[in-house]
């Protein structure tokens, strides 16, 4: 789970029971973490967040999450793909993110990435569902990051892990008796999908 300080402690289990109520970590744990997304811009702008949230707290990304939306312009890839030395200099100027250039360059150097998988999987959402499995069945978590290690620039195990499990695609975003973790699997979260009987609601756009 993301490191955040207290009240709102780390692990998952105490996510879900402290999280409810926050006037920022609520709304996310809510209707957030956890639930499948097909959108681009949704799905890149969780890999920003997280490559930024990188030994900072969640709490401190979701603070400036506008900031982050406004700075990279919606997120949209083909903008943030074209950024040249003048948009680095206007990010590691802006208060309102997070001024690494590591994980400026990592920003644009991903979106970039994310224009070449819609030629080769027809698009982000395409790719990950494409490496669901590998040759020895489902994706476990040390697969997912050998592969994301591969594929995009500032995505460690930490980061990779909680982007994947914020997006349903690794379990644990949620403890099982969670009354949102139910809202994840009936929305079709990837993990869930070999689970018998599991109803299915569509994903979430």
């Known amino acids: 789970m993301h490191s955040s300080p207290q009240p709102v402690p780390a692990a998952s ?6 999280a409810p109520g926050h006037p920022l970590h609520g709304p996310y744990h809510d209707a957030e973490y956890g639930f499948p997304q ?7 702008e969780r890999l920003v967040l997280e490559i930024n949230q990188a030994g900072l707290s969640w709490l401190t990304i979701l603070g400036k999450r506008e900031g982050f939306q406004r700075a990279y312009e919606g997120f949209d890839v083909d903008r943030v793909a074209a950024y040249g030395d003048a948009d680095r200099d ?3 100027a802006d208060a309102t993110i997070i001024r690494n250039r590591l994980k400026i360059n990592a920003a644009i150097h991903n979106a970039q990435v994310i224009q070449r998988l819609r030629v080769s999987h027809g698009g982000f959402a395409h790719w990950l569902d494409a490496h669901l499995t590998d040759a020895d069945g489902r994706r476990d978590r040390a ?52 689970l018998p009987s599991t109803p299915r609601t569509g994903w979430v756009s």
């Not at 349903?168 to 993990?191: E, K, M």
């Open 90 to 92: 206007r990010l590691l």
């Open 38 to 44: 097909r959108d681009e811009a949704t799905l890149f």
């Open 143 to 194: 697969g997912w990051v050998k592969l994301f290690r591969q594929t995009f620039r500032f995505t460690g195990p930490e980061i990779t892990g909680e982007f994947l499990m914020s997006l349903g695609y690794l379990p644990g975003a949620h403890r099982s008796d969670c009354p949102v973790h139910a809202r994840t699997v009936a929305a079709g979260a990837p993990w869930a999908a070999s």
């Open 13 to 18: 289990s105490a996510y879900c029971d402290s």
